[in-house]
């Protein structure tokens, strides 16, 4: 198969800093969509595999999955897009299409695994797949997404992720007008999730373990924060919530929430990857109001476009800071310290 080089950031082993280097992209197949990136959204999965925090890092790793730019080429069987057109990839590039969750758009859950936009296994020129921190990004037309021209596109770019990782779960369970939501965590996820719960019409509420975090989460659309360390505010909200979305990205414990979660209510878990060893979930919140708790990964391509056409009509968009890419270590070293409201975002042009 036909390549042509790009440049690209990546890291050359997991104690390697990202430096700059080649990579290989294949050429367009029939379709086939090409994609100058233009802006490109910095997630946690982004540090942890070029760590390799969570194993089976495959080195070269060059990250990125909240990719927007413009269309540069197509092939000669693409039928929903063309050059010039506004383009956005996210975390999935490829999955099995055959399968009973891809035949319901649910791409994410494919039986088969599907191929991560990085460190996923390239089907067409074997090895691994090479994220959006590159120049350029070719990927089948069937998971590139379109976006609407009205948004500021450095801003889209963490909707791909952190937006759909959020959106889903509030689609799924739901929410609407009538709905009581609150959000665990105020990161990259938790101001998603706030901003994208307001504009379906919810009632929504942070939990937050520092009372700083207030006027912040208020000016995101939050209609309340309940600061989860005090006995007191937690008490008031007992049995009030539909759905809490969850999205602490480490061990902590559940219960103290499931105790806010109404009749028939579910906890969704978005952020934690791994095993409760310290506060295993306790059964009796769950069986005396048949409350559940949920997990719930990204979103699918329809119901990520379904997202971006929702944005696009409400105005909504991340709360970001543009980086250029000489800068990607240390903005690593500062999402570790949380110090970023609420996603880095990569100016690809200073590639």
Known sequence: MNTFTVKAFGAESNTADLAEMNIERREVTPKDVEIEILYCGVCHSDLHTARNDWGGSMYPVVPGHEIVGRITNVGSEVSKFKVGDLAAVGCMVDSCGQCESCKQDLEQYCHNGFTGTYNGKDKHLGGHT??????KVVVDEHFVLSVPENLDLAAVAPLLCAGITTWSPLRHWNVGPDS?????GLGGLGHMAIKLAKGLGAEVTLFSRTPGKTEDAKKLGADHVVISTEEKQMEAVKGKFDVIIDTVPYEHDI???????????TLVLVGFVGEFQETEPSTRPLIFQRRSVAGSLIGGIAETQ??????????IVSDIELIKMSEINEAYERMLK???KYRFVIDMQSL
């Open 255 to 265: 219960n103290p929430y499931m105790q806010t979660v109404v009749l028939n209510g």
């Open 180 to 184: 009581k939501v609150a959000v665990v």
């Open 130 to 135: 090479f994220g959006g921190y590159s120049q």
């Open 338 to 340: 949380s110090d970023v």
């Open 306 to 315: 379904e997202l971006l056409d929702f944005c696009g009509k409400h105005n």
